[in-house]
């Protein structure tokens, strides 16, 4: 079974009959900004409240646990979302994917003690993993792709613009009620998303054939899951030679085989293989997945440089890495003018990722050789610069680029590598972390506990000697981290330069001849 890649359309940019006006695109859009804002800002609200939350429910030691078990629902299911919506339609399944979402977050709320609390956020996060895929899905299929870029770029601003808020709002809602409010608010904004969407979007999406592949849904969770159990355990709970990693690891393998077994002889799988004979999909799930793992691995560190490396309190660190989300919201909303006038996405991207690259580069050679912010700061804005090139882009080719009856999988797919992508980077920029603090000579016997326990203290009550041998054995090993980003976005460089470029449809594609049909795929 292979895909087919639509023909390009010609003709007026003036909406075909049949097609949304702008009117209903920007409803429906209104409604899809405040589910995206919901999701954003969950994430970084409940890292704020963190510290309270252990200070009520105690049990420090499994509280990463509040945001793996997120994590790991959300990554896991949002292949499952695409494919679903392309069989059942994408109403049912964002309804689905707000009303979880809100159960999860009431839930949390009502949490009395921290495993709870870890069970429901999992609750909560099967919910989260329908939404940004399903926002995307749904603006890929009420806007052309060659109209699609302002859209796309929104998306990206609401996401910098939450990162940015929800940290301030999740402190002042912890200090004014409690950390319980920091889910029941998700409960008011989700009901007027959920009745949002449900009066804007009523144009019926066509649906395909309604045989759910059980097997190949369970087979795909259980390995993401296994593998996502992997990383987060490995190194932490567990060392990484330990048996119940290694278990974990050939549980992994085993699944995976057989996933692929299955869907090769699966009728309507819940991830067909065949999507990746498609080049541009190959290409976009490597360069994004390989951007994030650049991204997340490396930024993960500004706060600990910032406050321990350069002495910067923790209110303050926060806003030192503004300049990356302020980057990204700049370039992504002026991508998309530029995009829908030269009806390109390659270029952008191109020029996008040598950006952070160069970006990337500059920033660990300044924390090697310890320069000052006025070097650091202009570097993380210009990384922002470069990936609000990238990542909207790539969502609008991988849309272009598949039929109507595969855009829902394919979107999701996509959202599913990036997450994949920037889970594998941090897990590994913190073990690299870890083992060159633990292999530096001198002052890294203290460098475990300053690090755990936040460190500004403890840094301040040692020696002169031993503080700058400290600081230099942070500096160092930050610094490798941002080597190993340079490396590894300059791999997603190498590799979009392989990425085809079709021309954008400026209206429509017709959608499949019929449910279960076997296309032709893309082969340039």
């Excluded at 429910?57 to 494919?83: D, R």
């Excluded at 996401?159 to 008011?188: K, Q, R």
């Excluded at 595969?406 to 920037?422: I, K, P, Q, Y």
């Amino acid at each position: 079974m292979t895909l087919q890649t639509p023909p390009p359309t010609t003709g007026p940019t003036a909406a075909a009959p049949g097609e949304p006006t702008p009117q209903e695109i920007r409803a429906v859009f209104i409604g899809l900004m405040i589910v995206l804002g919901l999701s954003a800002l969950d994430q970084s609200i409940v890292a704020t409240a963190l510290p309270r939350i252990v200070g009520d429910l105690g049990g420090i030691n499994h509280l990463s646990w509040v945001v793996t078990a997120y994590v790991l629902a959300s990554t896991s299911t949002m292949p499952l979302y695409g494919k679903l919506s392309d069989q059942y339609g994408r109403k049912p399944l964002i309804y689905a994917a707000i009303a979880i979402f809100l159960i999860g977050s009431a839930l949390c709320g009502l949490a009395q003690s921290l495993f709870q609390l870890i069970v429901f956020r999992a609750i909560q996060g099967l919910g989260a993993g329908g939404l940004l895929p399903l926002a995307q899905i749904i603006i890929g299929d009420l806007v052309p792709p060659a109209q699609r870029g302002r859209r796309q770029g929104a998306i990206v601003a609401v996401f910098a613009v939450c990162s940015v808020l929800g940290p301030v709002l999740g402190g002042v809602i912890t200090d004014l009620l409690s950390w319980h409010w920091i889910f029941y608010v998700n409960l008011p904004v989700g009901a007027v998303a959920f009745v949002a969407i449900a009066r804007a979007l009523r144009r019926p999406h066509p649906t395909h054939a309604r045989r759910i592949d059980y097997l190949g849904a369970m087979l795909l969770t259980g390995g993401t899951t296994a593998f996502l159990l992997m990383l987060a355990l490995g190194g932490t709970e567990w060392p990484w030679r330990s048996p119940q990693i290694a278990a974990l690891g050939a549980t992994t393998a085993l699944l995976t085989v057989l996933f692929v077994v299955h869907v090769r002889r699966a009728a309507e799988p819940v991830l067909p293989l065949d999507l990746f004979d498609n080049r541009v999909f190959l290409v976009a799930c490597t360069v994004l997945s390989l951007t994030f793992m650049g991204l997340l691995g490396a930024s993960l560190f500004f706060p600990l440089f910032f406050q321990v490396v350069m002495g910067i309190t923790p209110s303050h660190s926060g806003f030192l890495t503004g300049p990356l989300m302020i980057g990204m919201v700049v370039s992504s909303l002026v991508n998309g003018r530029v995009l829908l006038r030269a009806g390109r996405y390659k270029p952008a991207q191109v020029g996008g990722l040598s950006v952070a690259v160069l970006a990337f580069a500059v920033l660990a050679w300044a924390i090697a050789t310890a320069k000052s912010l006025a070097v650091i700061e202009p570097a993380i804005f210009a990384l922002g610069l470069g990936l609000g090139l990238v990542m909207p882009n790539m969502t609008i080719a991988v849309q272009n680029a598949l039929p109507a009856a595969h855009r829902g999988v394919g979107t999701a797919t996509l959202a599913f590598f990036r997450s994949l992508g920037g889970l594998i980077g941090v897990t590994g920029a913190g073990a690299i972390l870890s083992r060159q603090l633990r292999g530096a000579p001198g002052a890294a016997s203290a460098a475990p506990s300053v690090h755990a326990e936040g460190g500004v203290p403890h840094i301040t009550a040692l020696s002169p000697e031993a503080h700058g041998a400290l600081l230099d054995l942070y500096r160092h090993a930050i610094a490798t981290t941002f080597t190993l980003g340079v490396c590894i976005v300059l791999a997603a460089l190498i590799a979009i330069l392989f990425l085809p470029e079709l021309p954008l449809h400026s209206h429509h594609a017709p959608a499949a001849e019929g449910d279960g049909t076997k296309h032709k795929a893309l082969r340039a």
